[in-house]
């Protein structure tokens, strides 16, 4: 089945997001004239020059990271881009959490405390997981959008969320198991 994509006006892109900024009337003039400058409309000029800052605007800019271990929006795009709003959170929280809003931040919470979406080992009859971005497990988070996100409004309480317990079916182990590799007996 094919997806028909709306076109936008005199464009040749399907553009699925309008956004209004308000610029001060010196900054819309020369806006204006550097699009003329370069043969464009002032919206693709903005966008163009949006995809630039992009490239080069640097992510954890208040975190202590390593030199030279900055990322940027545009090296992590497709990290952090993700066509489920559920993908988005989590990759925007295992990236740059300093970045989440208040909101977002609390749905977080929900998922991070836990269990059922992380890969993990039982210890002691005990489930413990680390939390990373090889260590989630997406589709649980995905099957329990709709419950985390009417418990973090209060429209549910957090019952209605799964819970790892030896009784209920274990969770993929941390590390794959090599199939060539021997079983103790």
């Known amino acids: 089945m094919a997806i028909k994509v709306p ?3 005199g464009s040749k892109l399907g553009r699925t ?3 209004s900024i308000r610029l001060d009337p010196r900054l819309n003039y020369l806006c204006e004239l550097a699009a003329r400058s370069q043969r464009r409309t002032k919206s693709s000029f903005i966008e163009s020059m949006l995809a630039e800052q992009i490239q080069t605007l640097v992510i954890n800019k208040w975190r202590d990271v390593p030199y030279g271990e900055s990322e940027t929006f545009g090296s992590m795009a497709d990290v952090l881009w993700h066509v489920r709003e559920s ?3 989590v990759s925007l929280a295992l990236v740059a959490p300093e970045l989440m809003t208040f909101e977002e931040q609390h749905v977080w919470s929900l ?3 836990n269990g059922y979406f992380w ?6 009859e005990k489930w413990k997981y680390s939390i990373g971005l090889n260590k989630i497990i997406r589709e649980r988070v995905d099957e329990y959008w ?9 429209e549910k309480n957090t019952e ?3 819970v790892i317990s030896q009784k209920s079916a274990k969770p993929e182990p941390e590390e794959p198991q090599d199939i060539d590799s021997e079983i103790p007996f």
């Open 119 to 124: 890969l993990g080992r039982w210890e002691k």
């Open 160 to 162: 209605s969320l799964p």
């Open 111 to 113: 998922i991070e405390e």
């Open 146 to 154: 709709n419950d985390i996100l009417a418990v973090a409004a209060g």
């Open 17 to 19: 997001e309008t956004v």
């Open 7 to 9: 076109k936008g006006s």
């Open 87 to 89: 993908q988005r959170l």
